[in-house]
């Protein structure tokens, strides 16, 4: 038997075909319709914000997101490194001053502690993670960033099903970005993205920079009298007497628009949401309790009262030599394993940027020393749960026994 990562992070059934048909059969327009207007409208319900905005990925939701802060060259932004690149990808051009912000040990989300100790005056945003779908200590962070006037945006990759403390993320500071690419919790047909906030001029400016950002602009009518005048304001005459119509591009805006298709399928996969978080709850908990029978062991498990999302199920063997032993061990049981995120101030593009090993000893020493992530989602079989958990009991025992 082999365990895997899964190709798809959720589950794409009759009713998601049936969806796409009804678009295709209806046929409505492909973009910009009744789809997208309503997918809007559940998953701004679901998250418990004003605005919900959908774009063509969640890289794009982190790249838009960033432009309505309107960062300034020489503000400094400060980030998680436990993360995917896409995080902190869209200020490698902004011309501002990152700052990687070490995490928790046993969250791996952003330690308010340190971040209490990196603020200052010149901190014009705070990039968080909710890493793995367990919800970071918000409450702390936003209040500390609000005491620098610097805003919270949080990334909810991996965080659609996490609430913490009762609300959901994407609604615990001032914007969220959430993924719907297909290894996520839910997905609009392989790729998507979610914006959410409540300022309005937000909304204003996001619907903007997601349909190219242009303006309509009518010039006066510049010939001379006509009887009648022309009956399309574009219409242009031989004589090149017109009134012109002209778009003015007014900033960089780029077309990020969700298909009326994807959009019928968020709706859907909204649908499966609870079900599918459940199930990787229940998966998590079997696995956890396996861990939990072994020294030198950490789960990795929300705060109580708070909900874990479980995009990843991580845990912690605090031994080098034991965790390799256990990663040969699984590997040759038929279970993947994978280490996520390499931590991102080490990747080449940061540490061009001055950034480099030792700025954030727990992210490094997790990833390098004690983390482990195995397979966790909706498409495993009870049988391939039951095959799991007692390989990883066998695993943990010969990694252990040394
Ligand atoms: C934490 C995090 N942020 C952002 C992204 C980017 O999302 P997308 O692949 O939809 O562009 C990912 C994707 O894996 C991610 O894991």
């Given at each position: 038997m082999r365990i895997s990562f899964p190709t798809r992070g959720t589950i794409l059934g009759e009713a998601e075909i049936d969806a796409v048909a009804e678009v295709i059969r209806g046929g409505e327009p492909l973009t910009q319709g009744i789809w997208r207007e309503r997918f809007e409208q559940q998953f701004r319900e679901y998250v418990g914000t004003r605005y919900a905005m959908s774009v063509t990925s969640g890289t794009v939701a982190l790249e838009t997101a960033l432009r309505l802060l309107e960062l300034r060259p020489g503000d400094e932004v400060i980030v998680t490194p436990q993360t995917f690149q896409a995080t902190a990808q869209p200020l490698l051009d902004l011309g501002v001053d990152v700052v990687f912000c070490d995490v928790e040990p046993?969250?791996?989300?952003?330690?308010p502690a340190v971040l209490a100790q990196l603020l200052s005056d010149r901190t014009a945003a705070v990039l968080l993670v909710h890493y793995g779908g367990l919800p970071a200590r918000m409450d702390e962070i936003v209040s500390l960033a609000r005491r620098h006037g610097a805003l919270v945006v949080e990334d909810c990759a991996h965080a659609l099903g996490a609430r913490y403390r009762g609300r959901r993320p994407g609604s615990l500071a001032d914007i969220g970005c959430f993924s719907f690419h297909g290894s996520k919790g839910i997905t609009t047909l392989g790729e998507g993205g979610m914006v959410t906030f409540d300022r309005p001029d937000w909304a204003e400016r996001l619907d903007r920079v997601r349909s190219n950002d242009t303006d309509y602009e009518f010039l006066p009518y510049a010939g001379p009298e006509h009887a009648e005048p022309p009956l399309l304001p574009w219409m242009r005459y031989a004589d090149e007497v017109y009134r012109h119509t002209c778009t003015r591009v007014r900033r960089a805006g780029t077309n990020a628009t969700m298909s009326e298709a994807a959009a019928a399928v968020g709706i859907v996969q909204l649908g499966r949401m609870t079900a599918a978080t459940l199930r990787r709850r229940a998966v998590a908990e079997r696995l956890d309790a396996v861990v939990g029978d072994f020294a030198h062991t950490r789960t990795h498990r929300a705060a109580p009262g708070d909900e874990h999302a479980y995009h990843l199920y991580t845990f912690f063997l605090d031994d080098t030599n034991r965790r390799e032993t256990l990663v040969r061990a699984l590997d040759r049981a038929g279970v993947e394993v994978q280490l996520r995120?390499?931590?991102?101030?080490?990747v080449p593009e940061w540490r061009a940027r001055g950034h480099g090993r030792g700025a954030c000893p727990v992210a490094e020493r997790s990833w390098f020393e004690a983390q482990v992530n195995l397979p966790c989602h909706p498409g495993l079989t009870d049988d391939d749960v039951d095959y799991l958990v007692e390989a990883l009991r066998a695993c943990l025992a010969q990694a252990c026994a040394s």
């Open positions: 046993d969250t791996l989300d952003m330690d995120y390499f931590p991102l101030h080490l």
